[in-house]
Every structure is written in structure tokens, then in C-alpha cells.
């Protein structure tokens, strides 16, 4: 008789269930859905807006008829098998400083290192702030960067944010486009904060929307690329996961970053407010920092989100 009142008693709620009678309570959060191509996502109020980029595949460095290409930049097939995310803006000083709020990130040693000249010395009444808010945050280290990241992923409680990949720059920079820029083969201030002429010393340079001069711009004050990027060229550089591969053509083909040799030096792309327009092309390769180098007001941060 037991028996038969529990099973009973089984079926009973069994069918209350199928029926919408009550639900099962579970702590598990609900499933989210998996970002469509093109589109943004926010995992936090403080975290950087991600857009999706396709999977997909393209030819990574320059042609030899690439005005300004230099040696190093020989072309090969990398194939993207997944999409994956990578944030809409640079890292502001506004995200920055949540992180070093919540002890995430060393803002201390940061604002004392960009106070101190490239000869090592303070740079006293020298010292220029470009501004903070919605500016991207400059003169942390490749380490600092990934303090940040690290930062994210226990905000979020993920372990799928990091820096890009050089290929995975590349790639989202061109945005699918093979000309020496995304937006034609010429430089062009409509497009992007960057300095002088090849041909002239480092510097300020000025036009069309370019107007900050020697200074970076805030995040998004130019035309995104096709792919919805903003500063993929120009305003800051901005630090990458790989170690140094002096050849571009024996870098991983699958997108993913170099992480077996060269490591004494870490990499970096796009351009800065002071840079010339050779290294504004997608295809410049720039590895010229040990990971512990801080205080470049022309150095930032954007971050890459793994996706399921």
C-alpha cells in the first residue's frame, strides 16, 4: 500500500509539472544566448561593450606594392574558425579606474610611471595629462593589461576575456577590407587621430576630424570600420597577447597568438596621435617593449572575449 501511494504520489507531480503547475527552483543563472555576428553586449555596467566578429578567413600582412610595408609584414592565409568578440572602444580611464578601485589594477604605479621622461627622469612641469573619462587609459605595462583582463574575468566570472591576438588585430582592423587602410589606400584625418608625415619627426598632426594634435581623442570621435570597430588605427596603440615572432608568415594560421618564442618583448598595433601613417596600416608589426614597460602616453589597452 506504501508503495503504491508514492508512486502515485510521483506521477502526480510529474504531470502537475509538465502541466505548468509549478515550477522547479534552481540557483543556476539562465542560459544566455550566444551574441550574433555585428552584434554589442555589456557583461557589466563597468565592463567594455564587445562586439561579435565572424569567422572567417584573410590575407594577414602586405602586399609588395604596399607603400611603407616593411620586411617583416610577408603575407599568409589565417582562417578563423570561430567569431569571437573584441571590445567596440579602447579601454577609457573611466573602466581603469573601476578596476583599480576595486584593487584590480596598480593605478598608482601607472600615474608614477607616465610622470617619468623616456630618459628615466621625472618629468616635472613637462608632464601632460590628456585627459581622463572617456579618454583611453595609457602607460600601463603588457602586465597591467593583463591585470585587467584578469580583472574582467572575476567581474564577470568568466576565464574568456584576454588581450587579441596580432592576427586577431589584424583581422578585425581590415575588417574585411584588403586595401593599405580600411577605409582606401591613403592616409586620411577623417579617419583616425594620428601625427605627421612619413617624412617628417613625430609629432602633431591636424585635419578633417583630426583636431586633439598632440593628444588622444576621446574613444569613438571617428567613423567605426565595417565591422562596427572604433581607434582600430590611430588615437593610442594598443598591447597584444604575443610574444615576439620576427616572422609574420610562421605566426599560427589558426588566429591564435604566439606564445612559444620572443617573449623578452611583447607586441602592439594600430597607431598613436603622435605616430606616422606607416605604422597606421593594418599590416605594421611593432614589438619594441619588455612586458614591464610603463609610462607610454601612447600605449593602451583593448580586449579580446572568447565566445562559446
Not at 508512486?7 to 509538465?18: G, R
Not at 601625427?195 to 619627426?201: A, F, I, L, N, R
Not at 611593432?286 to 610603463?294: A, E, G, K, M, N
Amino acid at each position: 500500500m506504501v508503495r503504491f501511494r508514492i508512486a502515485s504520489l510521483i506521477v502526480a507531480v510529474t504531470a502537475l509539472a509538465a502541466a505548468g503547475g509549478f515550477a522547479f527552483s534552481s540557483h543556476a543563472a539562465p542560459a544566455r544566448a550566444k551574441p550574433a555576428v555585428g552584434k554589442s553586449f555589456q557583461d557589466c555596467a563597468h565592463c567594455p561593450v564587445m562586439t561579435v566578429v565572424p569567422a572567417g578567413s584573410f590575407i594577414m600582412g602586405s602586399p609588395l606594392t604596399e607603400a611603407t610595408r616593411q620586411d617583416d609584414e610577408g603575407q599568409h592565409r589565417v582562417t578563423f574558425k570561430k567569431a569571437f568578440a573584441v571590445a567596440k572602444y579602447l579601454v577609457t580611464w573611466d573602466q581603469w579606474e573601476e578596476c583599480v578601485r576595486d584593487r584590480g589594477c596598480d593605478g598608482v604605479a601607472v600615474e608614477e610611471a607616465l610622470r617619468i621622461g623616456q630618459d628615466g627622469k621625472p618629468l616635472g612641469a613637462a608632464y601632460v595629462d590628456h585627459g581622463r573619462g572617456n579618454r583611453p587609459v595609457v602607460g600601463e605595462s603588457w602586465y597591467d593589461a593583463q591585470m585587467y583582463v584578469g580583472w574582467l574575468n572575476r567581474r564577470t566570472g568568466s576565464n574568456a576575456y584576454r588581450l587579441l591576438s596580432e592576427s586577431e588585430f589584424e583581422y578585425a582592423a581590415r575588417a574585411g577590407t584588403t586595401t593599405t587602410f580600411p577605409w582606401g589606400d591613403k592616409a586620411d584625418h577623417n579617419f583616425a587621430n594620428y601625427g605627421t608625415e612619413d617624412d617628417k619627426p613625430l609629432g602633431a598632426g591636424i585635419g578633417g576630424r583630426d583636431v586633439w594634435g598632440m593628444q588622444t581623442s576621446p574613444v569613438g570621435s571617428f567613423p567605426p570600420n565595417a565591422w562596427g570597430l572604433y581607434d582600430m588605427q590611430g588615437n593610442v596603440y594598443q598591447w597584444i597577447e604575443d610574444c615576439n615572432q620576427p616572422d609574420v608568415t610562421k605566426l599560427p594560421t589558426d588566429g591564435s597568438a604566439q606564445k612559444d618564442v620572443g617573449c623578452r618583448t611583447r607586441g602592439f598595433k594600430s597607431n598613436s596621435f603622435e605616430s606616422h601613417p606607416q605604422s597606421l596600416r593594418p599590416a605594421n608589426r611593432s614589438y619594441p617593449y619588455v612586458p614591464t614597460q610603463r609610462g607610454r602616453n601612447y600605449l593602451g589597452i583593448r580586449v579580446a572575449k572568447t565566445l562559446p
